[in-house]
């Protein structure tokens, strides 16, 4: 496989339950970005992390805990969503410190979310 | 506060004709700026790029104009093509390499 793969491409699931949305990026790439996109608003950035340190965490609700084992993996943990979670939850990847890859970042299909 | 603004939804073209795609940003601090392209059931691919010490970057049917001074860029798409149909973003990125993205443009190509 080649790219930005994410799993599940859908998912429903109640307000109490815990579940888990994986992504693996076979780039070589030393960053990865969780992004929500919900209808009519930009895309935003929720969680960096860049060479399995998380550098950014965008007041997040901590009902999403990401979990970066190693560069190539990347974990979006929730548990207690609330239907306005509901939305596209894009996985990115992207090679930081190379001048002609900046601001390129590749994207998964991302994980439809609904929250019943 | 939206650092960067797209303010057409959508826009629909005649096929062959030329799509303009326009973009405004508020943050003098954004030194490059990116335009992605996405599908239905698709992530965002990257598309184009210019860097803020240009005002032009051409590849092929697609061109991104940079107005620095009116904080303002466009994507020319020529001639445009069915497969040319999708939503397109533009997004900024900050000398910290954070990226910024507007809210998307839906192109519509009419045969």
């Known amino acids: 496989e080649t790219g930005v793969t994410q799993t599940p491409r859908h998912l429903v699931m109640g307000m109490t339950n815990k579940k888990s949305l994986k992504c693996e990026q076979h780039l070589g790439h030393n960053a990865m970005y969780w992004y929500k996109q919900s209808a009519k608003k930009p895309l935003e950035l929720m969680f960096v992390?860049?060479?399995?340190?998380?550098?950014e965490n965008n007041s997040v609700p901590s009902r999403f805990s990401p979990e970066c084992p190693n560069s190539s993996h990347l974990f979006l943990h929730l548990h207690t969503l609330q239907p306005e979670d509901s939305a596209l939850y894009l996985c990115?990847?992207?090679?930081?410190?190379?001048?002609?890859?900046?601001?390129?970042?590749?994207f998964g299909s991302g994980t439809q979310l609904s929250v019943l | 506060d939206q650092q960067v603004k797209q303010n057409s939804p959508s826009l629909s073209v005649q096929e062959g004709r030329i799509s303009i795609l326009n973009c405004d940003y508020t943050?003098?601090?954004?030194?490059?700026f990116l335009w992605y392209k996405k599908y239905p059931a698709e992530g965002p691919t990257f598309l184009i790029s210019i860097s803020s010490i240009k005002d032009k970057n051409e590849d092929g049917r697609f061109t991104v104009f940079l107005n620095k001074s009116a904080k303002h860029l466009s994507l020319h798409i020529v001639p445009s093509q069915p497969g040319d149909s999708a939503v397109y973003f533009c997004a900024a990125s900050r000398v910290d390499d954070k990226i910024i993205f507007g809210k998307g443009t839906r192109l519509h190509i009419l045969p």
């Open positions: 943050n003098s601090m954004f030194d490059y």
């Open positions: 990115a990847s992207s090679q930081e410190g190379s001048a002609g890859m900046k601001g390129k970042l590749f």
């Open positions: 992390y860049s060479l399995e340190e998380r550098v």
